[in-house]
């Protein structure tokens, strides 16, 4: 059975957050603390699989990989994200990572993310140090995603590949930690009751001086790993997870 579409994500009602759940301070955020949890995150079971669990069995995989890149700055680290072109088939305006699929001459997850990230954004591997992969993400079109974690150095100069990226932004990681922030909405599709995340932020002011506060609203699959993210650096020891 395929799944729904969400076209317009915006006018699925709000459900509630998740701000009964401890938002992340610095000590969880810092980078020795990211370097022990994410040691071994890719074997745990995530908290989101995605819809292709559900979803598209008539569709064949697709290995993926996305970039989850940390910028460093001196306020802690900042989640580096694209939103894309409005022109394009797939995902249209939408905010995601830098990544795509695979290709045979990847040395593994890490190459692609890395890969990906030189041809959308021009980020160049010299600027960056991968620490971890996420839990495999799979989405509706059947892309099984690695989410690779990577610390990028503050100064790393970007090219934006313009047919692809209208813009790069950053995200305060504590920001995207905090589940008070994570907004489920809830709809039906055959019956069945399906929910996704959103993460809505406003930035305030450019990255060169004041400019006129813009929102940007991060859902889907990029939220979905995000949240993934924020399962393996809360754990306890046991996992968190969602309602389905």
Do not use: C
């Not at 995000?226 to 996992?239: E, K, T």
């Amino acid at each position: 059975m395929a799944a729904q579409r969400i076209t317009n994500p915006h006018a699925i009602p709000v459900a509630g957050t998740d701000d009964h759940l401890p938002a992340l301070v610095a000590k969880h955020l810092a980078v020795p603390a990211l370097r022990q949890r994410l040691a071994a995150a890719h074997l745990l079971r995530p908290e989101i699989a995605g819809d292709g669990e559900h979803f598209g069995a008539d569709r064949a995989p697709t290995a993926a990989s996305v970039l989850v890149p940390l910028v460093q700055r001196s306020d802690g680290l900042h989640v580096l994200l694209t939103q894309r072109t409005e022109h394009l088939r797939d995902h249209a305006g939408q905010i995601s990572f830098p990544g795509g699929r695979a290709e045979p001459e990847d040395d593994g997850a890490a190459a692609t993310a890395l890969r990906e990230a030189l041809e959308e954004v021009g980020l160049a591997s010299r600027w960056v140090e991968v620490i971890g992969q996420l839990p495999v993400y799979t989405t509706i079109t059947r892309y099984v995603v690695t989410p690779v974690v990577a610390l990028v150095h503050p100064d790393a100069p970007l090219a934006l590949d313009s047919f692809e990226v209208a813009e790069a932004f950053e995200v305060p990681l504590s920001y995207l930690m905090n589940p008070a922030n994570h907004r489920r909405h809830v709809f039906a599709f055959n019956g069945v009751q399906r929910q996704f995340l959103s993460m809505p932020w406003r930035r305030e002011h450019g990255a060169h001086g004041p400019s006129e506060p813009r929102d940007y609203f991060i859902w889907g699959a990029t939220a979905a790993m995000l949240r993934n993210l924020y399962a393996v650096l809360a754990r306890d020891g046991s996992p968190i997870i969602s309602p389905r």
